[in-house]
């Protein structure tokens, strides 16, 4: 608590018993108490996701520690803290049959930044220092997750905390210097800028005053956060240009943060003969191609400071130019007659989030969708699980964020990430979500991929279903809405609502698939037309 952390997430367990009260004695703690350990997890994931400040969950000891394992991965990757207080029994308990023990002691192997193993019996500064140190290692570059495991026996007891106590104590300083590096040059004139999600809400102008000071296109995935504030350089499409040919061939490349969510992108630079340097302050690989020529350890802004290149005025002008003709297509495939797709739902959500809301992305198609689709005039942030791309605790993630924000969140999930994290739908009662469930009853991902040409796809892979999402509101007490068609209108009258809602849009995954298909194959027409 003196290091800062202020929201401790409870799951109910006995073994936990010290933890639980002690956080609920002190005033300035915040409690969520969720029955899901897997979804409370997550539910403090958010948390670090949206303030960058470790949120702390207690859990009680056996299989309740393991079901953190997923957000524990997630944290991991995607470098977010997080701070777990797992009960545990005494060493007398350990290794005899005793109920509910199990090896708990480094149980998160190499995905937590550090780990430690409190003796039973230890004194208040003991247990300072180790906290401190916790917080540390949860807060450092890179900051992570990390486990403090804690061996209790019965009879469990705490002193109450008295207001006066709770001041009492001080903070160990703690400082974490921004990584420097020399100057950097290039002979190059016709760079290329690509923006990951970025470790530092304070990197993305230095990127984007250095593309506009070289004039070099810059593509940015949709986490980045760089559509929030468009700049000339930023190529919209690049996604699309790319899949229908491009001969334009940059000589550079600097790529800052994590990786994009662009699959053809990496299969581009995979082809073309670059140089190719990747900045960031982590010291992460991100090259699934096997194709950096470079790494940077830097402070983002740091680097974009002391970087010098060549400018090619008609380089930039180039690449507008496909990015115009390129976007012109993709509109006039909107303005067709057709099915109501994801993508269609996906242009309806950015015609209708307003401005004071944040944005979450499930993984598989609404990732992808917001990517190619969703462009918003203004909106407060992007946020995806996309440290591991897993569909598990979605739900718990966008009520976490909705939580460090203090804004509402429109959460948009495909329905197998909601049948995957049902039991997080009790936190929307808490936290302004507005869960939009994109239902095509079943795995839409998949769709875009070769076996769903095979006989055992709808099966073995779509996951097909025939559920729908109303019975579900109903059992956690949540307003429900079913949008079928012109989605704009409805979403609108829900999102002036100030609680929670489960809105549920129904689409076709194959046409979806279709849709898509057909704006790639309009720009390849075009493309040999030019």
């Given at each position: ?35 899901d ?9 958010g ?21 953190l ?29 005793a ?27 003991y ?85 506009k000071r ?7 995935d949709?986490?980045?956060?760089a ?20 001969d ?21 630079l ?47 002008i ?46 598989g ?19 995806g ?35 995957h ?15 939009i ?27 097909a279903?025939?559920?729908?999402f ?5 059992q ?28 549920e ?10 849709f ?15």
């Amino acid at each position: 608590m003196q290091q800062g952390v202020r929201h401790f997430c409870v799951a109910p367990g006995s073994r936990s018993t010290p933890l639980v009260l002690a956080a609920a004695e002190h005033p300035k703690a915040k409690i969520h108490v969720h029955y899901d350990e897997r979804g409370l997890g997550f539910f403090a994931l958010g948390i670090g996701k949206g303030n960058k400040m470790p949120a702390a969950v207690i859990a009680t000891s056996g299989t309740a520690v393991g079901n953190l394992l997923p957000s524990v991965m997630e944290a991991h990757h995607t470098s977010t803290p997080l701070i777990l207080l797992t009960a545990d029994r005494p060493p007398e308990l350990r290794d005899c049959g005793a109920n509910q023990t199990t090896d708990q002691a480094k149980v998160f192997q190499s995905f937590v930044r550090w780990q430690t193993d409190l003796p039973s019996s230890l004194d208040e500064a003991y247990f300072r220092s180790a906290a401190a140190q916790g917080f540390f290692y949860a807060c450092q570059n890179p900051p992570g997750p990390v486990q403090i495991n804690g061996q209790f026996r019965e009879p469990f007891s705490i002193p109450k905390i008295t207001p006066m106590q709770s001041e009492t104590g001080f903070p160990i300083r703690m400082e974490f210097p921004r990584h420097s590096v020399k100057e950097q040059k290039s002979s190059s004139s016709k760079g290329i800028i690509l923006i990951g999600q970025l470790p530092h809400a304070d990197d993305l102008h230095p990127i984007l005053e250095l593309g506009k000071r070289l004039q070099w296109p810059i593509f940015a995935d949709v986490l980045s956060n760089a559509r929030l504030f468009p700049t000339f350089e930023q190529i919209r499409c690049f996604d699309w240009i790319l899949k229908k040919g491009c001969d334009l061939k940059p000589e550079q490349i600097l790529h800052f943060g994590d990786r994009l969510s662009s699959k053809k992108l990496l299969e581009w630079l995979k082809e073309i003969e670059s140089d190719y340097i990747h900045v960031s302050p982590r010291p992460f690989l991100q090259d699934p191609g096997r194709i950096l020529t470079g790494r940077i350890q830097s402070d983002i802004p740091e680097f974009c400071s002391v970087f010098k290149a060549f400018s090619d005025p008609q380089w930039l002008i180039s690449w507008k130019e496909l990015d115009s003709e390129t976007s012109s297509i993709v509109e006039s495939q909107f303005s067709k007659e057709s099915p109501f797709t994801e993508a269609h739902a996906m242009r309806a959500l950015e015609k209708a989030i307003p401005s004071h809301f944040a944005a979450f992305f499930g993984n598989g198609m609404p990732i992808r969708d917001a990517d190619h689709f969703f462009f918003p005039s203004k909106i407060a942030g992007f946020f995806g699980n996309r440290g591991l791309s897993g569909i598990d605790g979605n739900i718990a993630t966008a009520a976490g964020i909705a939580e460090s924000l203090q804004m509402p969140i429109a959460a948009f999930i495909g329905d197998q990430a909601a049948l995957h994290d049902f039991n997080s739908l009790p936190l929307l009662k808490n936290y302004p979500v507005f869960l939009i469930v994109s239902n095509n009853f079943g795995g839409g991902i998949f769709s875009h991929l070769p076996i769903a040409q095979s006989p055992h796809f709808e099966k073995l892979f779509a996951a097909a279903h025939t559920w729908n999402f109303e019975l579900a509101a109903k059992q956690f007490s949540l307003p429900y809405m079913r949008i079928d068609a012109n989605p704009e209108k409805a979403l609108e009258q829900a999102f002036g609502s100030k609680q929670s809602i489960l809105i549920e849009i129904i689409t076709d995954r194959v046409e979806n698939h279709r849709f898509q298909k057909e704006i790639s194959q309009s720009l390849k027409r075009t493309n040999s037309l030019l």
